[in-house]
């Protein structure tokens, strides 16, 4: 492992951050709350600055509320998440007439809400089944949405197939850790405009669920992974001191349930937008043959450890394993990337505040690519080197791990940019109406 991120500030001088504006919270929301971007905003928001998933948001109270919310902490508004405008939505009540048990904060299915101030006739929402559970989900169904049950799943919790045996007891707490992750990745894949419908009840052919399941006493451990569209998550991955043996024992500087589940959906991508498209030959350029052996390929990973020289080719060691790792590997990367920035611009601090010199890569590096595209990417790898130079010395002011432990060399840069590009087509792809009425992207084989 190198724990020495290349991206580190070459100097300690000229490092400063505009963190007055970090503090500036309500101006970053209304830059934020331009809500539902358009076809393609996601490729085109390295170049506005403008956050795909915006993460900042403010309450009717006028204070600043964050993604997780179900309440405002200071005026006890209930606040609801709609996934496809990406808003947290102030929330009053829209009849039935609620209970005593409504007015209290409990939020029963049958109760319907509208964003406060909104007209008589705005879209009613009912809040998702999973909010009084572990999984505590503040996202929102818009009624008439025919897809999500009734009581209603939400957008992400619809996803999930397998929930562990909530009668053992550390299990809430670990199911509440993964959807929570989970929701967060969700967000992002709907602000890029991914396909995200439910193998149960929304694309049974090409859908996407998650197992989450713990291996019974005696029985063979859990492995999680991807195959056609079911993505299976050891749930044991949600015990911190467990998780952080295995990243210790595998030498790895990063491991996390939401890097697990970035890591998988990158599987399912893979099947959904590279097997057998315009972009395998191009695919297969960057990353390799994925037609080698793959239950060999990873036997040898673990036997002999990565290739000496995995750091200038590869995002990480495991990457190096199989053409198929790498690109999961450096999928993960990207949507670490575009969130994070997405965060850091929420809040009114991003890269272009950031005084930092490091080495810039050019369009002729990059080597492929339409010109305007390959100035948009390089200013969001640009953007992201800045970031961490400073929120990894940041980190090192606290004494903890490196916030971003990882050097991108430049044909990992390369790949991060196909997947880049892989993404923006699928904005241009034909747009078609799902069942619950929702538009989503359909991406042509
Ligand atoms: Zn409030
Ligand atoms: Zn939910
Ligand atoms: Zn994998």
Not at 345 to 366: A, I, M, Q, T
Request: hydrophobic share 40%; net charge neutral; with cysteine.
């Amino acid at each position: 492992m190198n724990p020495v991120s290349s991206n580190a500030p070459r100097t300690g001088r000229g490092l400063s951050v505009g963190l007055a504006s970090l503090m500036d919270a309500r101006q970053a929301e209304e830059r934020g709350a331009a809500a539902a971007p358009s076809p393609g905003a996601a490729a085109t928001a390295a170049a506005t600055g403008t956050p795909v998933t915006p993460r900042a948001f403010t309450c009717r109270c006028g204070r600043p509320v964050f993604f997780g919310n179900s309440q405002c902490l200071a005026c006890h508004t209930p606040l609801g998440y709609d996934p496809d405008s990406h808003r947290l939505l102030p929330l009053e009540p829209a009849g039935p007439a609620l209970t005593e048990a409504h007015r209290r904060g409990a939020s029963p299915p049958e109760a319907f809400w509208r964003e406060v101030g909104a007209e008589a006739t705005a879209t009613r929402w009912r809040r998702c089944r999973n909010l009084d559970t572990a999984a505590a989900c503040n996202w929102v169904v818009a009624e008439g949405d025919t897809v999500s049950g009734d009581p209603p799943l939400c957008r992400s919790c619809r996803l999930t197939r397998t929930v562990p045996d909530l009668s053992v007891p550390e299990h809430a707490g670990w199911w509440n850790r993964i959807e929570t992750a989970k929701r967060r990745l969700v967000s992002s894949l709907i602000g890029l405009q991914l396909p995200v419908l439910s193998r149960m009840n929304e694309d049974p052919q090409r859908g996407l669920v998650f197992d989450l399941l713990r291996a019974a006493p005696g029985a063979p451990p859990v492995t999680t992974g991807h195959a056609d569209g079911v993505i299976t998550l050891d749930v044991e991955e949600a015990d911190d001191a467990w998780r952080e043996q295995r990243r210790a024992a595998l030498g790895e500087p990063y491991r996390t349930l939401l890097g697990h589940l970035r890591h998988e959906t990158g599987h399912y991508y893979w099947q959904r937008l590279v097997q057998g498209s315009r972009w395998l030959r191009p695919w297969r350029v960057q990353f390799g043959d994925e037609r080698q052996d793959y239950a060999a390929a990873l036997r040898r990973h673990y036997l002999q450890g990565p290739r000496p020289d995995w750091g200038q080719h590869f995002v990480s060691a495991y990457a190096s394993s199989h053409p198929w790792e790498d690109w999961a590997e450096t999928w993960a990367h990207y949507l670490h990337l575009v969130d994070t920035l997405d965060t850091a611009r929420s809040f009114g601090l991003d890269g272009e505040r950031v005084e930092l010199h490091y080495e810039r890569y050019s369009v002729k590096d990059l080597g492929t690519g339409e010109g305007a595209q390959a100035r948009e990417f390089l200013k969001l790898m640009h953007n992201w080197m800045e970031l961490t130079g400073v929120l990894n010395e940041l980190s090192r002011s606290m004494g903890v791990p490196d916030f971003y432990p990882f050097v991108l060399s430049l044909p990992a840069v390369r790949k991060l940019f196909l997947v880049h590009r892989v993404i923006a087509a699928t904005h241009s792809a034909a747009q078609v109406v799902t069942p619950a009425g929702r538009r989503s992207v359909e991406v042509a084989p």
